[in-house]
């Protein structure tokens, strides 16, 4: 009798050790499977008008859903450049979004040179803000469009005020003035050759792909330890990156309408970054 109890007893404490190793299991899973990093992303304003007597917020839906679909957990950053640090708290990487506007000459020591130039200046001062705090904290940064070319201006590079002007017999990079409304019509398309021992290349597995192309400005130089990942066929600087940061990539167009695999890559890419920024910090 006593041995059948003892027996009962070592089967009952054997199913219950596995019981509480397969709720172990399904807890880790589940975890994972719903961990999202957050992603901050830059809002672009307009001025009172239109939608809105008083300045207003927007952006494009498909940088959110994009960032959605590759797992991660997007939030707006509304241009409060004294809250810079409080949001870098609160987010595992950063998107900067392009938009209609441009980063202001004197930012990379020039005078404009043209009138085709838009500025947006609480924009910008927040977007420096956070991107060098972002930089400092090694935290995760994809620059996208006018985010690319503020990346390479921080970092002390320079840009073209205006492609027409200043690029012989450049490709056709943007179909309108305002470089976010195409008015209905297909954006410039081309192809870019990206560096195949760039982490750009790394990311979105190939030296070559056709990009979408919506913009009147573009990165002229760069200063190390950023560097140039990609070109267009006229010269035009389409991609860099910073080379001692764990991922700090710009590029000239925009992935979030995910055109091609390659955009789909970078966006996974930058969410594994993010998360891997989330898990070490």
Same mark, same amino acid.
């Given at each position: 009798?006593?041995? /059948?109890?003892?027996?009962?007893?070592?089967?009952?404490?054997?199913?219950?050790?596995?019981?509480?190793?397969?709720?172990?299991? %399904?807890?880790? @899973?589940?975890?994972?499977?719903? $961990?999202?990093?957050?992603?901050?992303?830059?809002?672009?304003?307009?001025?009172?008008? !239109?939608? &809105?007597? &008083?300045?207003?917020?927007?952006?494009?839906?498909?940088?959110?859903?994009?960032?959605?679909?590759?797992?991660?957990?997007?939030?707006?950053?509304?241009?409060?450049?004294? *809250?810079?640090?409080? %949001?870098?708290?609160?987010?595992?990487?950063?998107?900067?979004?392009?938009?209609?506007?441009? =980063?202001?000459?004197?930012? $990379?020591?020039?005078?404009?040179?043209?009138?085709?130039?838009?500025?947006?200046?609480?924009?910008?001062?927040?977007?420096?803000?956070?991107?060098?705090?972002?930089? +400092?904290?090694?935290?995760?940064? *994809?620059?996208?469009?006018?985010?690319?070319?503020?990346?390479? =201006?921080?970092?002390?590079?320079?840009?073209?005020?205006?492609?027409?002007? +200043?690029?012989?017999?450049?490709?056709?990079?943007?179909?309108?003035?305002?470089?976010?409304?195409?008015? !209905?019509?297909?954006?410039?398309?081309?192809?870019?050759?990206?560096?195949?021992?760039?982490?750009?290349?790394?990311?979105?597995?190939?030296?070559?792909?056709?990009?979408?192309? &919506?913009?009147?400005? &573009?990165?002229?130089?760069?200063?190390?330890? @950023?560097?140039?990942?990609?070109?267009?066929?006229?010269?035009?600087?389409?991609?860099?990156?910073?080379?001692?940061?764990?991922?700090?990539?710009?590029?000239?167009?925009?992935?979030? %309408?995910?055109?091609?695999?390659?955009?789909?890559?970078?966006?996974? /890419? $930058?969410?594994?970054?993010?998360?891997?920024?989330?898990?070490?910090?």
């Amino acid at each position: 009798m006593i041995i /059948a109890l003892v027996f009962a007893w070592q089967d009952v404490f054997i199913r219950v050790q596995a019981l509480q190793k397969s709720w172990q299991k %399904y807890s880790t @899973m589940t975890q994972k499977n719903i $961990f999202r990093p957050v992603i901050g992303v830059t809002l672009d304003s307009e001025e009172g008008g !239109g939608f &809105s007597d &008083s300045p207003w917020y927007a952006i494009r839906q498909n940088y959110m859903s994009c960032l959605e679909e590759v797992g991660a957990a997007p939030v707006a950053l509304p241009h409060l450049a004294e *809250l810079a640090e409080t %949001y870098l708290d609160m987010i595992d990487g950063l998107v900067v979004t392009g938009g209609a506007f441009d =980063v202001p000459p004197a930012m $990379f020591g020039e005078e404009a040179r043209t009138d085709t130039i838009r500025l947006k200046p609480a924009r910008t001062t927040f977007e420096a803000a956070v991107l060098r705090g972002a930089l +400092e904290r090694d935290m995760p940064v *994809l620059g996208i469009c006018g985010g690319h070319q503020l990346l390479a =201006v921080l970092a002390g590079g320079t840009l073209v005020q205006h492609i027409p002007d +200043e690029v012989q017999d450049a490709l056709e990079h943007s179909v309108s003035k305002n470089t976010e409304n195409a008015g !209905g019509r297909s954006w410039a398309t081309h192809p870019v050759a990206i560096e195949p021992d760039s982490r750009l290349a790394g990311v979105v597995g190939t030296t070559s792909q056709h990009v979408n192309s &919506s913009h009147h400005q &573009s990165v002229r130089t760069v200063k190390a330890p @950023m560097r140039v990942t990609a070109l267009a066929e006229d010269g035009i600087i389409e991609a860099i990156e910073h080379t001692q940061k764990s991922f700090a990539i710009g590029v000239q167009w925009h992935p979030e %309408y995910k055109q091609t695999e390659g955009d789909i890559h970078l966006l996974s /890419a $930058f969410c594994a970054a993010a998360e891997a920024y989330h898990n070490r910090s």
